[in-house]
């Protein structure tokens, strides 16, 4: 395990850690803690260079994870920091004052999947969604393909059907009785 | 290699110009960096050809030094309110709001930005994207991992092959496939190709903004010759589909190797050419030298990568950094400027065209004749994928390029989102930079950061 | 100085006035598409068998499976060919990667146009276009590119040292991970389903293996074939040979992934696993004769449906063929007691050692029932007649299985000739080649049949096994005469066989007499096919049935006879295969069912 981790197991509470390899580590840790660890990381472990944020949506366990990924110029080290939150009125703590482009990303999830981050610039603007009025459509329970039924107006076609069911029907269907 | 033969290399393509770098800058990040730098002033070492010393550019630094909203109080600007941003009273007549975009200008794609100025200076900025949202990242939740493939490379339309291989790597490894050696190699040739084609048209597009159009039509006769190449390799000119989760599609056809290294001579001549036409062109020289400053402490700030970076006196590479594919088998060094102009970040993108030729031909050189070019996969309409997670990245031609993928472990990805270098580089680096420029250089400015909006929003 | 080069270097742009132009003077004809560009869509119809994996792999939904005037559907074939949108195909051909046939591929060319939008929808090969002949294009790279796995996961089986004197099963059974990566390999088509006599829902059945909800696998077998564990081992797997993945590789292995969903549902669980019971609804009850695999699966099926079942059984024990001809390195008899057991369980009934025709007539059984099924199949086996076949040490294959079956003593001499070149044989030679090593410690068998082993009808795997088990086999051999000394066997006289069958495929074989051969042995065993005894059939029966010229029974689609009812089905009719017996067995049931209820008619 890299030096730095064992630093940082000892001021945060963090699990689940994973080498995914030898230049990428991914761990959890609590909602609460996040911004105070990014914020070391970035101070004291020489993570400056903020690559990413996005959430996952487990919709069956009823959380968004949120995953911050930074890396280490020096170093050369990625870390991807995961955090959970409820689905419900999800809300995250701001690290927008770390780097400039994290209010970006927040105003993204805020859009995409609903995730509030109080405080973040702009964070409410609409983004690439202008005029949306459907549910932040990232998230799972969001159907894209039925959306689009309702929405658009497919061009009729021909009709496809199941090779094995139109076999069926062609040489057998008197063979075959489907139960009850 | 030794150190000699490096520098050879390096001089034989740029002269003396080129200045390996120490990682000079690769300090944490001054969070208050309202401060000139010292970068600004003579730390760039880098010259100019032909420019005595670049006496006048350090005139302009100077000028834009405040470029990161300073509270001041000349009347002429906004003061600024709480969450940093000018407040513009617009009733007071001083200002005008104008909409550049969202039609699409060529290199910079569509995306607008709403500018406030007050006479032609501009003093408010706010990118608008939305333009070219395809949903493909929702889409992804029901593609099975291989038909990703063919969707996932638009997400990023004018250099779409580092798509196909962050995606393809990052399935390989959460399902612990290796690609073959010679996949390794072909991967890197289309991904350099790709690059290559890429600053063919940017490169000449920095003078195309100033209106210095003929170097453009140049760059794109040499990219068609790339993309000829491209369709005798892949089968397409623009959306490749070319590397997939196993590896490539197909191994070099006869005669390839011949014919792309010859290529490489109208690269090299290309950019002799749009030497003298451009970067030697005092009216370019006037209009990019000085231009679109970015102070070096904004770097880790604003996440820039790439040559945005680069040109700012930070060696970052990510296939010098995080070695990918067989990378670390070429031998070749990052060009490194210090100006942080516009003149400097297309002089960036114009050494790395060269480095790129002399990497392709290596490459070719390099691609073994034998072996397989695709490992053994599933069946693609079942193939799943164990539970995990990665971040995958690569350089593309604007920098760190990365795919971050999480599986649940069924045949559908759970999530894949691109983390693309204008997310930050056309937003908020950008508005801060367009801050006190003139409205004349906006598109000059968002062509030197390489703005590529489909990166955006996806 | 370098201000006034600022100045006059871009001047040097005007240099390109002596330069040749590099635009392309014609390009809608000097420009054609490279070797391997993705244009529009070609597929060779012959080729093509509609399994529609193109469709399923297309991610724009550019792909339908249409029906087509020109393409009938037959077994492996669906008919469907693919139509393509150009409104939607972005010209990935993942389709032509993962053509089941290789009968897809993209043309190089990309200039066509059409003024009316409905013509960018077509079904190449089929609505003809004029880059239907063009041999540039994307093809399938070649070789080892695959967007499947060509090879079946190989199944365990025992080595030929382990196995030369053992009657313990050879084929080991898929493990889990195994099953699953087999399972995978399936692309969904459906073409099997069809090929197969009882229709079984195999990709269903497959997709269960894959998502390991095996309970459910085996509840879908059942729907169709009551016999799974039987069939998963030795069931003759016509699927397989219509398998669309058996184009380019291996077909996947049907028969092994249905036997691990019947291995993997222990005998206790069966109730518990498919939550079925004999109503004992209905006042009719119905005779079954003989319980081989289809008086067996017609009595599982109308017990389902609630009549009362009485079979009757010549044997000791049920089963037929299944447990007194295919040994039991094949076909372990607990597996085969497993699926009769559950059939039993369901409150069917019936009484061994009684052969009909003999201990009770099926005059008496049409007074007492209201229906009477006969699935009495092939037990007779059939002699060569040639001089010598009198002789006492001069035996049938069949009655030698059924005799070992039972647990009697056979002869086994020390070296032994046997006639036959399909599966009965195999199995009779690989039988006595274990008790030969039993008895002597060595094998001593000389195989002999008609055809050459190309055309031998038996499965490749068994004449390699035996090959494995050192037997001596030599096909291509006609037998002439039984060489015999002092009332003992010396041997079989055989002559080259030059064909089998004339011109009209009747059986007719040439020999070259010039070419001869001598087989040394002392016993001699006849595996060359089988016939029916439907003695029990008296002359009033008889004479109300309807036969062909060429005296065979005929029946209906439902297997009813002439005589309305009574229903005949398995080898005696079709076949002969247990999977038919099966099919044929569930057809009857319902036939009956609908005879009983006055709904069907033998016309
Ligand atoms: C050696 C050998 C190997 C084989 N291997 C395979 C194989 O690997 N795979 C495969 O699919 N098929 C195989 N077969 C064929 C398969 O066993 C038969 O096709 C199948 O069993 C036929 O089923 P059936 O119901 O028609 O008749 P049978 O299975 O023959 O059953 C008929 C039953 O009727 C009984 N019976 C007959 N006459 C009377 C009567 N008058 N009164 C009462 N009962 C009577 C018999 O005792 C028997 O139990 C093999 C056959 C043999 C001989
Ligand atoms: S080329 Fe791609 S998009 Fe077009 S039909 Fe084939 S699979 Fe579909
Ligand atoms: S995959 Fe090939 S064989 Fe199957 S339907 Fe499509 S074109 Fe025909």
């Given at each position: ?24 580590t ?72 770390l ?42 329970e ?13 061009r ?25 | ?24 800058h ?8 309202g ?33 990161i ?22 009733s ?41 949202h ?123 190797r011949e ?134 990245k ?65 | ?20 132009p ?26 093509c ?42 010209f ?15 043309s ?38 695959e967007?499947?796995?060509?090879e ?19 084929v ?11 399972a995978?390999?399936?692309i969904?088509?459906?073409l099997?389903q ?97 319980a ?45 007691d ?20 003999k ?155 010039s ?18 005894d ?17 005296g ?52």
């Amino acid at each position: 395990m890299h030096q730095f981790l064992k630093e940082i197991q000892n001021r945060f509470p963090i699990h689940d850690v994973k080498e995914q390899r030898k230049n990428l580590t991914l761990f959890t840790t609590e909602k609460e803690q996040v911004v105070p660890l990014l914020t070391h990381l970035r101070d004291h472990e020489g993570f400056t260079h903020f690559v990413l944020l996005t959430a996952v949506d487990w919709i069956e366990e009823d959380l968004f994870q949120l995953t911050y990924i930074l890396n280490n110029p020096e170093k050369k080290v990625d870390l991807g920091i995961r955090a959970y939150i409820g689905r419900e009125n999800a809300s995250m703590e701001s690290a927008h004052h770390l780097w400039e482009q994290v209010a970006t990303y927040q105003r993204e999830l805020k859009e995409m999947f609903g995730i509030d981050f109080p405080g973040s610039p702009r964070v409410d603007e609409e983004f690439f969604l202008e005029g949306w009025d459907d549910i932040p459509p990232m998230r799972r329970e969001f159907d894209s393909k039925k959306y689009s039924e309702e929405t658009y107006f497919p061009r009729p076609g021909s009709k496809s059907h199941d090779p094995g069911e139109y076999m069926k029907q062609k040489l057998y269907s008197d063979d075959y009785e489907e139960e009850e | 290699m030794t150190m000699k033969k490096k520098n050879d290399i390096l001089s034989r393509l740029f002269g003396k110009e080129h200045r390996p770098q120490e990682n000079k800058h690769n300090q944490p990040a001054d969070a208050d960096s309202g401060k000139s730098s010292d970068a600004g002033k003579g730390g760039g070492t880098g010259s100019v050809p032909g420019s005595d010393s670049g006496a006048s550019g350090e005139a302009h630094y100077s000028d834009h030094n405040h470029n990161i909203a300073p509270d001041h109080t000349e009347d002429k600007y906004p003061r600024n309110g709480k969450d940093g941003k000018p407040e513009v009273d617009l009733s007071s007549g001083k200002y005008t709001k104008v909409w550049q975009g969202p039609n699409h200008p060529g290199v910079t794609g569509n995306m607008s930005l709403e500018l406030t100025i007050c006479g032609d200076e501009i003093v408010d900025a706010k990118t608008h994207v939305g333009y070219l949202h395809r949903g493909f990242e929702k889409l992804f939740e029901r593609r099975l991992y291989m038909q990703v493939m063919p969707t996932c490379l638009r997400m990023c339309v004018p250099e779409s092959d580092t798509n196909e291989y962050v995606f393809s790597e990052a399935v390989e490894e959460l399902s612990g496939i290796e690609a073959p050696e010679k996949a390794k190699w072909l991967r890197m040739l289309v991904l350099e190709m790709s690059r290559l084609q890429m600053l063919l048209r940017v490169v000449p597009g920095q003078g195309g903004a100033f209106g210095l159009g003929i170097g453009v039509q140049w760059g794109m006769y040499v990219r068609e010759l790339i993309l000829d190449l491209f369709e005798e390799l892949t089968g397409g000119r623009i959306y490749h589909m070319y590397m997939l989760p196993g590896g490539v599609r197909g191994d070099l056809p006869e005669g390839f190797r011949e014919r792309a290294i010859k290529t490489m001579d109208e690269v090299y001549r290309f950019a002799q050419r749009i030497d003298d036409v451009m970067f030697n062109n005092s009216v370019f020289k006037k209009r990019a030298t000085g231009t679109g400053y970015i102070d070096p402490s904004w770097v880790d700030r604003f996440g820039i990568v790439g040559p945005n970076a680069r040109a700012a006196g930070y060696n970052r590479d990510v296939r010098k950094d995080h070695p990918y594919l067989l990378y670390d088998q070429l031998e070749w060094e990052v060009p490194v400027l210090e100006k942080s102009d516009v003149y400097t970040r297309a002089r960036i993108r114009w050494m790395d065209m060269q480095v790129t030729a002399d990497l392709i031909k290596q490459i070719l050189n390099k691609i073994p004749e034998k072996g397989s070019f695709k490992a053994p996969t599933p069946n693609a309409l079942n193939w799943r994928i164990p539970r995990g997670e990665t971040y995958v990245k690569a350089e593309a031609s604007r920098g760190e390029f990365g795919y971050y993928v999480v599986s649940d472990g069924s045949a559908y990805p759970r999530r894949i989102t691109l983390r693309g270098p204008s997310y930050t580089h056309a937003i908020a680096l950008l508005e801060k930079m367009l801050i006190r420029t003139n409205i004349a250089d906006v598109g000059a400015i968002m062509v030197s950061l390489q703005t590529c909006p489909p990166e955006i929003e996806r | 100085m370098s201000k006034l080069k600022d100045i006059l270097s871009p001047f040097t742009a005007w240099n390109n006035l002596a330069r040749d132009p590099v635009t392309i003077k014609d390009p809608i004809n000097d420009r054609p598409g490279a070797a391997r560009y993705r244009g529009f869509h070609q597929n060779d119809i012959e080729k093509c068998i509609g399994c529609g994996a193109c469709e399923s792999i297309c991610e724009t939904g550019a792909i339908r499976m249409v029906e087509v005037d020109e393409v009938e559907t037959k077994e492996g074939d669906s008919g469907l060919r693919p139509e393509v949108d150009y409104g939607r195909c972005c010209f990935c051909a993942l389709c032509v990667d993962i053509c089941s046939t290789g009968s897809l591929t993209l043309s190089n060319e990309y200039i066509w146009v059409d003024e009316d939008p409905e013509a960018f929808t077509f079904v190449p090969g089929i609505d003809k276009k004029p880059w239907d002949n063009n041999q540039d294009g994307w093809k399938k790279p070649e070789p080892d590119y695959e967007l499947n796995i060509k090879e079946r996961v190989r199944m365990p089986e025992m080595q030929a040292e382990e196995r030369e004197n053992s009657f313990v099963e050879i084929v080991k059974g898929y493990s889990r991970e195994q099953a699953i990566a087999e399972a995978d390999r399936c692309i969904d088509c459906g073409l099997c389903q069809a090929t197969c006599p009882a229709h079984m829902d195999i990709p269903d059945y497959i997709r269960a293996v894959r998502e390991e909800n095996l309970k459910e696998g085996f509840r879908i077998m059942y729907k169709t074939n009551p016999l799974p564990e039987v069939c998963g081992r030795i069931c003759t797997h016509k699927c397989e040979d219509v398998c669309a993945m058996g184009h380019r590789g291996d077909p996947i292995a049907i028969r092994w992934l249905k036997r691990y969903i019947a291995d993997s549902v222990d005998e206790n669980e069966y109730q518990e696993a498919l939550q079925q019971e004999n109503p004992k609804d209905k006042d009719k009850s119905i005779a079954i004769v003989g319980a081989g695999p289809t008086g067996l699966s017609a009595a599982y099926y109308l017990a389902l449906m609630g009549y009362s079942v009485k079979m009757f059984e010549a044997q000791p024990r049920a089963g037929g063929m299944m447990r007194y001809g295919i040994p039991e390195y094949r076909l372990p008899y607990n597996a085969l007691d497993q699926d009769i057991d559950y059939i039993l369980s369901l409150g069917v009934d019936i009484q061994y050692n009684t052969r009909v025709g003999k201990d009770i007539t099926l005059d008496a059984l049409h007074e007492k029932y209201d229906s009477v099924l006969v699935g009495t199949g092939l037990h007779a086996g059939k002699s060569t007649r040639i001089p010598g076949t009198d002789h006492e040490h001069v035996y049938q294959a069949v009655d030698l299985l059924r005799e070992f079956s039972k647990g009697n003593e056979i002869p086994i001499s020390e070296k032994i000739v046997i006639i036959g070149g399909g599966n009965v044989a195999m199995d009779i030679t690989r039988t006595l080649a274990r008790l030969q090593n039993q008895k002597y410690g060595q094998v001593n068998i000389t195989t002999t049949s008609l055809e050459t082993e190309d055309v031998m009808p038996a499965d490749q795997e068994e004449i390699d096994e035996a090959r494995e088990e050192k037997v001596n086999l030599k096909p291509g051999w006609g037998p002439q005469k039984i060489e015999i000394e002092n009332n003992k066997i010396k041997g079989l006289h055989v002559q080259r066989c030059l064909s089998v069958f004339d011109e009209n495929g009747r059986f007719n074989p040439q020999f070259d007499e010039s070419q001869t051969d001598f087989f040394e042995g002392d016993m001699l065993i006849e595996a060359i096919g089988q016939g029916m005894d439907i003695s029990y059939l008296s002359k009033s029966i008889r004479d109300g049935l309807d036969f062909t010229q060429r005296g065979r029974l005929v029946v209906n689609d439902y297997f009813q006879s002439k005589q309305e009812w009574l229903f005949i089905g398995g080898d005696i009719i079709q076949g002969p295969d247990v999977i038919h017996g099966i099919a044929n067995g569930h057809k009857a049931a319902r036939g009956i069912d609908m005879y009983l209820r006055g709904d069907l008619r033998y016309e």
